[in-house]
């Protein structure tokens, strides 16, 4: 169900709407909405905006509705659930592997009463990471600044995220724990990190084909995935383009045109078990965008 008693469009220019797409500076990303940032795929009547912020940031601006669509952890969905209907495709998902606690020690030691610098309390990551050991210190650290952190021994241990979760090793960092394989062991699905919501005040019209226009560019990303490598290359931040390749492919694939079933049930259980743990304030539910 999308809701609609309050319509509040943007200004169009020339009879086109102009949206606010918000999404992170990651090579993911930018593979994602390759084919909308390059207007190989053009919507009838609106034209996006394309806005990169780290997922921290985008997670507070989201409380504010600065951004007409943009890019959200699941975590920070239940703070966002009347303001934003997630969008039925856009979602990255860790299928038997995710964010990575790393540490200098062995990686066999626990993480209860240690300082953990984690990239925003707001993220997925730091929910998971709460499920797994609540007993911890937060250090909120910028997600690029958590694996020198932890090398530096500002933090005991770190939560690394993006393309961290492939170079840590290369800093001698050693895993404590995978928490998307954990996840998986504990439910037996993957671990829904984050995915793409939009402002609810847009309207059905708005709603329905900016779902569809999105879709379509990650599709057409997959579809022409070298040149959108190329293009992705540019936000990868030093990795050479196989291991961008690999990346990529780690979080845009199946999961991200569309959830499915399981990948819906999986963000509801993450908010449940969120809700029963004590880190979020009040039962939500997950709803989408129907087209």
Known sequence: ???TSVEKTPRASDGVLELKLAHSPDSDDAFMFYGLATNKIRGDGLRFGHVLEDIQTLNEKAREEVYDITAISFHAYAYLADAYILL???ASFGDGYGPIVVSHGSGSETLR??????PGKMTTAYLALLLYERDIEPL????DEIIPAVASGAADAGVVIHE???TYSLEGLNKVVDLGEWWQDETGLPLPLGGNAIRRRLGRRVIRESARLIRESIQ???DHREEALLYAMQFSRGLDSSTADRFIAMYVNDWTLDYGQRGRCAVQLLLDRGFEAGVLPKRVEAEFVEV
């Open 164 to 166: 961290g979760q492939l």
């Open 88 to 90: 039925p495709s856009g």
């Open 140 to 143: 909120v650290v910028p997600f």
């Open 113 to 118: 009463g240690k300082r953990v610098a984690v």
């Open 220 to 222: 057409y990303g997959l």
């Open 1 to 3: 169900m999308i809701r």
